[in-house]
């Protein structure tokens, strides 16, 4: 089936320590996006790419890094320069509306990161 | 600038009784208009959509919202409130020139038996 996998669902990491997440869609779209949420909170945008090798700064992009080397992939690095780093983080892809396309966000399921 | 409103944190209601979770945009141009439900843990689920057409749209679970231009408003609703429908619900919106959405802040819906 297509759709976006995110792993892992869960990870704990100690301070000072850089993780990735991975975000991995064969839906074929173009667009795909990094949220962060927090408790009680909406979705803060970190990092989008609407084509692969380029990629754009979010709202929240301090601490952050991403790469887009393929279509398909999307992995977000949660560097230890983040400085609060406890979230759950959403991965989620688009295409353009048209072309029998109507362009909402499909979104991953989700990982859950804790620093210890 | 694009902008979206949910004004309620929270929206309590029976089982049975009609709910409404209430949004309001600010958009450029035409609006693409979404709602998302959230359940604990989970990423968040596509319910419904505005682009053209319409003004009552209907989506997945019975669930149904009403654009309106007048009032920039697109409200989700549905007629008879489950358990099952207690959830996060989000309003988003689509600025096509960037190929960027924007959220409300969440709805909490609490559905009592």
């Known amino acids: 089936d297509g759709g976006i996998t995110q792993s892992p669902k869960y990870l704990f990491r100690k301070e000072g320590q850089n993780v990735t997440l991975s975000c991995e869609q064969n839906l074929n779209h173009d667009a795909m996006y990094w949220y962060r949420q927090d408790p009680g909170q909406g979705l803060r945008l970190i990092y989008y790419?609407?084509?692969?090798?380029?990629?754009q700064k979010g709202d929240i992009a301090e601490g952050y890094s991403v790469s887009r080397e393929k279509k398909e992939s999307f992995p977000l690095t949660v560097t230890s320069a983040q400085k609060n780093p406890t979230a759950f983080y959403l991965c989620a892809s688009s295409t353009p509306p048209g072309r029998g396309n109507t362009g909402e966000l499909f979104f991953g399921e989700g990982s859950r990161l804790t620093v210890l | 600038a694009q902008s979206v409103a949910q004004p309620e944190d929270q929206v309590n209601v029976a089982e049975g009784n009609p709910l409404t979770v209430k949004c309001t945009y600010s958009?450029?141009?035409?609006?693409?208009l979404f709602w998302y439900v959230q359940y604990p843990n989970r990423g968040l689920q596509f319910l419904l959509k505005?682009?053209?057409?319409?003004?009552l749209v209907k989506g997945s679970y019975g669930f149904e919202a009403e654009f309106n231009k007048s009032q920039t408003s697109f409200h989700l609703k549905k007629p008879s409130a489950l358990v099952s429908d207690s959830a996060l619900y989000f309003c988003?919106?689509?600025?096509?020139?960037?190929?960027?959405?924007?959220f409300g802040s969440g709805t909490k819906l609490n559905v009592k038996p």
């Open positions: 505005y682009i053209t057409g319409d003004n």
């Open positions: 988003a919106v689509r600025d096509n020139n960037f190929n960027k959405f924007y």
């Open positions: 958009v450029s141009g035409n609006p693409y």
């Open positions: 790419s609407q084509i692969v090798n380029d990629f």
